[in-house]
């Protein structure tokens, strides 16, 4: 593994232990919110958290650059860690009803590619820290026969910290206009 | 004719019954585009989506597609989002600027007017061919209140303001704060729900009922950690406005009565607010209530949450959901609000999620033969509508179906009357 700070590596393209540790660190977050283990999920998610889910536009071709919500305008999850904390005690009241019984999900991450942060483009980070864009399609089946798949990217910054990897920033992008299911009641 | 359903016996006022019919037959869908829809004003979007000549938004009336827009004269114009030619929708973005809307089948394109200003190959068209016919199809009324605009395809409708009513003094309590108005923050929610627009509409208008079941796991987030739901969430007393057209609306009348976020709560003003729209309308219905603008409109004023049910097919909904804004709140108090609203009332949000799993369940079970022929029970609050002397029209207990019953009073006359595009036909 790479952990000595070499120069030159900001904005790189981690090498290929890196990215087996970051798919290892993603597959284990997959298992964890797949299992329902949303109090575990949080560990991985660092003090400073910006988790954002923007809803996405129908623009004419010559605005399309609009075709994403901006900051705070309409998102699907604009949270902090505590205010995710704040949505995961919910599912612990025992009447949770949207999630009870609980939806079945598969949460199958990939595409990944990673790369050094180039801190001048992410104040506050360090070359040890990591830019990664993923894929993601996840599956939801529900009750007898409900059925939703939610596909699109993500694009985290995540932090070093130890051994392990934190998520400190995470940006999520679903394909879709329209939220083609009657909620959002998992994480991504 | 035989293609109007008679619904006198599905809905009886006087019993409080219902005959689940209403939520699944196509025919009755049918018939609620062409008689309730069609003849109703239907909400179509806020004036802070307009600012400048061409600014537009494309929405639905029923199942109609529409442009909202605004033409050179700054007024706010709709047309139906289909062009003359061959039908195809000449705009296919959600809302932006634009000086006209061009058919990318044919060609056709029309100004912000809705004239037809360039047809390709103008020359192969007959002599008697006139441009000046083939303009886009404008809905004849549009009209605004307090910021909310609203069209109807009736030629001959009452007035927005006098369809409103009582209502309008309720809604005041969410629109009317200060003189500035509102503004919208951050575009619209759009979702998805397999269940019929009415199970939707009519829990706005009469439903505080489900809020201590439903909700309950939201309830608990918001008392102390450790505790249930507070006291006097559970045991709160309130009054529910009963519209004769069908609009309704309820709310706690208590001093702790609000879920809202602490910065929006502490930057209020309550004593101006006392000041312009009196003690009643503080204590009640601007707090922490719920309501329906017959037929699909609704709004729960503490979110700033308001709306939309668009119809798409008897067992299916899209929900369209703003969040608004006073526009004298400073930012941090916009920001507090759109983001207390996204986290419980978006399609993520801890009470969101609970309701769109309601109405999903009554509808998927309503299919079944026997099941379909076992009415529901809408008798709560039966006999208690009354003038109460502190709030406009006739009001009912907090706990009350009596706004629901007379959504359904109000939606089974317009489905027995016909509307101006049958002449007369029943």
Redesign the interface.
């Known amino acids: 593994m790479t952990t000595t700070t070499e120069r030159g590596r900001a904005g790189q393209r981690a090498d290929r232990d890196t990215h087996f540790e970051v798919e290892q660190f993603y597959y284990h977050e997959a298992e964890l919110l797949d299992d329902g283990r949303y109090t575990d999920w949080l560990d991985l998610l660092d003090e400073d958290l910006d988790y954002w889910m923007p809803t996405r536009t129908n623009r004419l071709r010559r605005q399309q650059a609009m075709s994403v919500a901006a900051r705070g305008e309409a998102a699907f999850y604009d949270e902090t860690k505590e205010s995710l904390a704040w949505r995961i005690r919910r599912f612990d009241s025992g009447m949770a009803w949207a999630e009870d019984p609980p939806s079945r999900t598969r949460h199958l991450i990939t595409n990944i590619a990673a790369r050094h942060v180039d801190p001048a483009d992410h104040p506050g980070f360090t070359e040890d820290d990591l830019v990664v864009r993923s894929a993601f399609l996840v599956y939801r089946n529900r009750l007898e026969r409900e059925e939703n798949v939610f596909a699109g990217g993500r694009t985290d910054v995540l932090r070093r910290a130890g051994s392990g990897l934190l998520i400190a920033r995470r940006t999520i992008l679903l394909d879709q206009n329209t939220l083609l299911s009657k909620n959002i009641s998992t994480f991504f | 004719m035989t293609r109007n359903v008679d619904v006198s016996g599905l809905v009886d006022t006087a019993g409080g019954l219902l005959d689940r019919a209403i939520f699944t037959d196509d025919r009755i869908y049918r018939q609620e585009l062409r008689r309730v829809f069609a003849p109703s004003w239907l909400f179509l979007a806020h004036t802070d989506q307009f600012h400048k000549p061409g600014d537009f938004f494309t929405t639905y009336m029923g199942e109609d597609p529409v442009i909202v827009t605004m033409d050179k004269h700054r007024r706010i114009r709709a047309y139906l989002n289909s062009c003359r030619h061959r039908g195809a929708r000449v705009c296919?973005?959600?809302?932006?600027?634009?000086r006209n809307f061009t058919c990318t089948y044919h060609g056709w394109s029309y100004d912000l007017e809705g004239k037809l200003v360039s047809i390709p190959n103008r020359d192969g068209y007959p002599e008697s061919f006139k441009a000046g016919d083939w303009g886009l199809v404008e809905v004849p009324h549009v009209d605004s209140y307090h910021g909310l605009v609203f069209g109807t395809w009736n030629p001959q409708p009452v007035s927005l303001r006098e369809s409103l009513g009582d209502m309008a003094w309720y809604m005041d309590a969410m629109l009317d704060h200060d003189p500035e108005g509102t503004a919208v923050?951050?575009?619209?929610?759009?979702?998805?729900?397999?269940g019929n627009w009415k199970l939707a509409a009519e829990q706005f208008a009469t439903d505080w009922y489900h809020v201590n079941m439903?909700h309950?796991?939201?309830l608990?987030?918001l008392s102390p950690?450790g505790k249930g739901p507070k006291d006097e969430i559970v045991h709160r007393t309130g009054r529910q406005y009963v519209d004769p057209n069908g609009h309704g609306a309820g709310f706690p009348v208590h001093p702790k009565n609000r879920f809202d976020a602490r910065t929006v709560h502490q930057w209020m003003d309550y004593d101006a607010l006392r000041a312009r729209l009196g003690d009643a309308r503080v204590e009640g219905p601007l707090t922490n209530g719920h309501a329906t603008v017959f037929p699909n409109f609704s709004y729960l004023p503490v979110n700033g949450s308001i709306r939309i049910w668009h119809p798409k097919g008897p067992d299916r909904m899209?929900v369209w959901a703003w969040?608004i804004v006073d526009k004298s709140m400073p930012p941090e108090v916009r920001?507090a609000q759109?983001?207390y609203n996204?986290?419980t009332f978006?399609?993520?949000g801890?009470f969101?999620?609970?309701d769109?799993?309601?109405?999903?369940e009554v509808q998927a079970v309503s299919n079944g033969f026997i099941t379909n022929g076992v009415p529901l029970n809408y008798q709560m609050g039966m006999g208690s509508e009354r003038e109460d002397g502190r709030f406009p029209g006739t009001t009912s207990e907090l706990y009350s179906d009596a706004a629901g019953r007379s959504f359904y009073a109000r939606w089974r006359e317009l489905m027995n009357t016909p509307a101006w595009h049958e002449g007369g036909d029943r």
Not at chain 2, 92 to 98: I, L, S
Not at chain 2, 185 to 194: A, C, Q, T
Not at chain 2, 356 to 360: A, K, L
């Open positions: 296919r973005a959600d809302f932006g600027a634009t923050v951050g575009g619209v929610h759009k979702w998805v729900l397999e439903s309950a796991s939201a608990m987030l950690i899209e969040t920001e759109r983001l996204l986290r978006g399609p993520s801890i969101e999620q609970d769109g799993e309601n109405w999903s």
